[in-house]
């Protein structure tokens, strides 16, 4: 009998499951294409080609930034310049790494009418999108910082670039969605190097005001400093005046309020306690010094303050959501009112008075109030902000360590923080605040060794998130005894320098101040 030989069964080759499943994403992803590319938008066949021209490069995003710059808005600023390193990280990563990782060719644009493809589409590789990452990092880096009504059409704008990087054949859907993927993803790291700021600080609400409120501005009483905001220099001439304009904006809206302007050699805490002493509600229209004068006389007196910006920083308005007169009047039409801390420094003896100072934002020691005294003995010949410039140079070229005791402990301070209320920035020299109403000091030291580490310290200023820089030292704390060792102690409160006895004391005021707020704080 034959032997038979049986051959084995010839297998069909089954498909992995990840790689039929990349056939169908890459058939969804053609599908998609060919219907979004042949469909004609009535009205969009001119637009859509056109934006997305002017996004090459990032130029519309570019221009938008310094759109956003160019409003002098503090919050719109910090929104430029996210997006703007948001893009500065997304770009690269898209271009240099993703298209050259999976080199996906372009997709076949027969379908697309020529009305979208006058211009030469682009030859390098598809996959991910770099308009849409540039897109997508610039709208998510503003929203971060932006309000709404601002981040909305920005986002509506970046999303209507990357329809049209389908729309006009050059890109598949797929490619898109990464690279819009991987720009929000660059925004959202932006806030590992630099914090999102939240918009207002949060505030205990105090009962609404109603009794200091006239919808005529009666029984308001505003104090204004007409130097606050003042750059000094050649251009100062030929720009109107912060504190003139928010003047004519309050005598238009409240003309039954009582406007005081100081005098240049008028004493503002008299003023200002005069003021309070016959109003309902203080208003004060200047910068962070002329709040913290006008944040005792409304103590001492019980009233309400109302605080109207016109200075540089305006650290205090920004906190509690105020960054210009019209919305200073809006809060206080409102009558909603919160209560915040209020720091103060005293004289522990030597000082038969033991007059407290105040502070709403913060008291420093040590370099800073050198850096100040330089820049007001510049700022009238050149300008408050190349003043600043200047003096931080030389600043840091000459300052020397404080030699200080801080609750009992000896150190030598290079700079030395101490923040009303804890603020949500790390560093050295921190700029925003979750909270005014949580009863603490915020305190934070550069500590030196024997020799002082300019360079080292510095840098701890201007890249406050570094933790790791030797003789940093943070910690919070409701009360805080300060020596110094050499004599009287040099100390800047909200920006303003003054000199005290060699032994101070800090402490706080918790929910003392009532302030008008937005009805967006608290």
């Known amino acids: 009998m034959r032997s038979r030989t049986v051959l084995p069964r010839r297998r069909e080759a089954v498909p992995e499951p990840r790689y039929d499943l990349l056939r169908r994403l890459g058939r969804a992803d053609r599908w998609a294409f060919d219907r979004v590319a042949a469909a004609r938008l009535r009205g969009l066949e001119y637009v859509l080609p056109r934006l997305s021209r002017f996004a090459d490069h990032g130029v519309l995003w570019f221009t938008a930034a310094g759109v956003l710059g160019a409003t002098g808005r503090p919050r719109l600023r910090r929104a430029a310049l996210r997006g703007s390193i948001a893009i500065a990280v997304a770009s690269p990563a898209v271009n240099v790494l993703g298209k050259q990782a999976f080199r996906r060719k372009r997709p ?53 670039v990357a329809f049209s990087r389908v729309y006009t054949g050059a890109h598949y859907p797929g490619d898109v969605l990464a690279g819009a993927g991987i720009g929000a993803l660059a925004a959202l790291g932006t806030r590992l190097a630099w914090p999102a700021r939240p918009p207002v600080a949060q505030v205990a609400r105090a009962e609404d005001r109603a009794d200091a409120v006239a919808a005529d501005g009666t029984g308001l009483v505003a104090v204004v400093n007409p130097g606050s905001g003042a750059s000094g220099g050649a251009t100062a001439a030929f720009l109107p005046g912060r504190p003139e304009l928010a003047i004519e904006l309050l005598e238009r809206e409240l003309p039954a309020a009582e406007i005081v302007r100081l005098g240049p050699d008028e004493d503002a805490d008299k003023v200002l306690d005069e003021a309070a002493g016959r109003a309902a509600a203080l208003a004060v229209i200047g910068g962070d010094g002329t709040v913290n004068a006008g944040a005792r006389a409304a103590l001492e007196h019980g009233v309400p303050l109302l605080v109207v910006p016109t200075g540089t920083f305006d650290h205090f308005a920004r906190a509690i959501g105020v960054e210009s007169a019209a919305e200073a009047i809006a809060a206080y039409r409102s009558g909603r009112t919160g209560r915040v801390d209020v720091s103060y420094v005293t004289p522990v003896a030597g000082d038969p008075a033991g007059e407290e100072r105040l502070f709403l934002n913060t008291a420093s020691l040590g370099a800073y109030t050198e850096l100040v005294v330089r820049r007001e003995r510049l700022e009238k010949r050149i300008g408050k902000w190349p003043a600043l410039a200047v003096a931080a140079v030389r600043t840091l070229r000459h300052s020397e360590p404080v030699e200080l005791t801080v609750d009992g402990r000896e150190l030598r301070v290079w700079l030395a923080f101490v923040g009303n209320c804890g603020y949500g920035s790390r560093g050295a020299a921190p700029t925003w605040r979750d909270r005014l109403d949580d009863g603490w000091l915020d305190v934070r030291m550069i500590a030196t060794g024997r020799r002082s580490p300019r360079v080292r310290a510095v840098a701890a200023v201007l890249a406050g998130h570094l933790r790791v820089i030797p003789g940093y030292r943070a910690w919070r704390a409701t009360g805080l005894e300060v020596v110094s060792r050499s004599g009287d102690l040099r100390l800047a409160r909200d920006g303003e320098v003054s000199s005290l006895p060699a032994a101070v004391r800090f402490g706080k005021h918790a929910g003392a101040l009532a302030v008008f707020t937005p009805v967006a704080a608290g």
């Open 108 to 160: 076949v644009v027969d379908l697309v009418p020529p009305i979208r493809i006058r211009w030469k589409l682009p030859t390098s590789h598809a996959f991910p999108s770099g308009h849409s990452a540039s897109a997508a990092a610039f709208a998510a880096g503003v929203a971060l910082e932006a309000p709404r009504r601002v981040a909305a059409p920005v986002a509506v704008t970046a999303a209507a």
